[in-house]
């Protein structure tokens, strides 16, 4: 077949699925109905993670921070020297159950500061951008027979993209294709197998879940209209994972968090999208608490391409930095903890004097969800799925 054709394929294809809300990109194979449940939430631009779990008790903190230092309400505290930023209100509920553990200090092995290396890097699990091409989460799946993905978006993403089967799902404000439409896309592609079953997954999909369909924007009442998409988003990705034939990890994303200007401002942009992310990741919880076991085999990870500079820049904003931190919440979690290999804020002790040192590597954080949650086989993440990192330790997530 000629690229021209293959292109051609594929773009009937879309058209055919984006007439049927929700959207669906074609696949087959099933997993098992009762094993382990992974959810990544991709926080792109670069989570200031000083913000979002600051260090109060760190020496060098007010001084470093200055006028980040400085919060509307006093922030929630963790354990050690650490606190949580008082928009992550469900966040430190979910803390104080220990279903939440925070790994601070971490990021990819990367320093040139560019979000699209970052980001090729982060979600691709190479050792130096671009040089994979498909995702670790997608390699993942791949290792599993009959492993599937799902992205809560209109395009699957690197990180899900490989050998394994994914889905797509996203709201959508289009009408609903009459059933003459359905008939004649059907007579279309009933001499093309890929597309016909693309079409037919889509309408099996919209059968199945005939709300999703409806209300796209719909959100919780009460909830800010910034939040409603995210919220609505993990609430419909808790729903497919409870699915007997749903999908064995799901992928969100927020975008929005390259905050170089106002991020302390009171009801700033980035208190407005860590309230939005706090309330994403509570109706993620609620949504797959509400099947029997569903959330004590389920594993939420929330990661950003890199930290932010220490001290804030000219616009009370802060630049590309190094060290952040990440979320690891689920069921089996032992969370209500701290990990970090806590390096200090003192100019002498960050990295080139800027940034927040990187004491875990974040690799180590997804080969261990991977290896101990996914029973992805070590074998295969030494050899494909996250190449180059057989020597990092595993980090001490679980409960006994």
């Known amino acids: 077949m000629s690229p021209l054709m293959s292109t051609r394929r594929g773009l009937l294809a879309a058209a055919a699925l984006t007439s049927l809300a929700p959207l669906s990109l074609a696949l087959a194979g099933s997993g098992r109905p009762d094993g382990p449940r992974l959810v990544l939430v991709i926080l792109r631009g670069g989570l200031d993670g000083l913000s979002a779990v600051p260090v109060p008790g760190d020496p060098a903190f007010a001084a470093a921070r200055g006028a980040l230092a400085q919060f509307a309400e006093a922030p929630r505290p963790l354990d050690g020297p650490f606190a949580l930023h008082p928009a992550l209100e469900q966040l430190h509920a979910m803390y104080q159950r220990r279903e939440l553990a925070v790994v601070h200090a971490t990021g990819l092995p990367y320093k040139e500061r560019s979000h699209f290396e970052a980001q090729q890097l982060l979600e691709s699990g190479g050792q130096r951008p671009y040089e994979l091409s498909s995702g670790w989460l997608g390699r993942a799946l791949g290792a599993a027979p009959g492993a599937k993905g799902l992205a809560l978006q209109t395009a699957v993403p690197l990180v899900l993209r490989g050998p394994a089967a994914v889905d797509s799902w996203a709201p959508s404000a289009l009408p609903d294709p009459s059933p003459d439409l359905l008939q004649r896309l059907a007579r279309l592609y009933e001499s093309d197998p890929a597309l016909a079953q693309a079409l037919e997954r889509a309408r099996a999909l919209r059968a199945d879940h005939p709300d999703m369909a409806s209300s796209p924007m719909a959100g919780p009442a009460g909830a800010r209209p910034q939040q409603q998409n995210g919220v609505l988003l993990a609430q419909r990705a808790a729903e497919f994972l409870a699915r007997a034939d749903g999908p064995q990890a799901a992928v969100l994303?927020?975008?929005?968090?390259?905050?170089?200007?106002?991020?302390?401002?009171?009801?700033?942009?980035?208190?407005?999208?860590?309230?939005?992310?706090?309330?994403?990741?509570?109706?993620?919880?609620?949504?797959?608490?509400?099947?029997?076991?569903?959330?004590?085999?389920?594993?939420?990870?929330?990661?950003?391409?890199?930290?932010?500079?220490?001290?804030?820049?000219?616009?009370?904003?802060?630049?590309?930095?190094?060290?952040?931190?990440?979320?690891?919440?689920?069921?089996?979690?032992?969370?209500?903890?701290?990990?970090?290999?806590?390096?200090?804020?003192?100019?002498?002790?960050?990295?080139?004097?800027?940034?927040?040192?990187?004491?875990?590597?974040?690799?180590?954080?997804?080969?261990?969800?991977?290896?101990?949650?996914?029973?992805?086989?070590?074998?295969?993440?030494?050899?494909?799925?996250?190449?180059?990192?057989?020597?990092l330790a595993s980090l001490p997530l679980w409960r006994a």
Do not use: C, K, Y
């Open 253 to 391: 994303e927020l975008g929005g968090w390259d905050t170089h200007a106002n991020q302390a401002a009171a009801q700033g942009p980035l208190d407005a999208n860590l309230r939005r992310l706090d309330a994403m990741l509570a109706a993620l919880r609620e949504g797959l608490a509400a099947t029997p076991g569903l959330w004590q085999r389920s594993v939420v990870l929330v990661v950003t391409e890199f930290g932010r500079e220490v001290a804030s820049n000219g616009t009370q904003g802060t630049d590309h930095g190094s060290g952040g931190a990440a979320f690891v919440l689920g069921g089996g979690v032992r969370g209500g903890r701290v990990l970090a290999d806590w390096p200090g804020l003192a100019t002498q002790e960050r990295f080139e004097g800027r940034d927040l040192r990187i004491t875990t590597d974040l690799r180590a954080l997804l080969r261990t969800v991977l290896h101990e949650h996914l029973r992805t086989p070590a074998a295969a993440l030494d050899r494909e799925v996250l190449p180059g990192t057989r020597g």
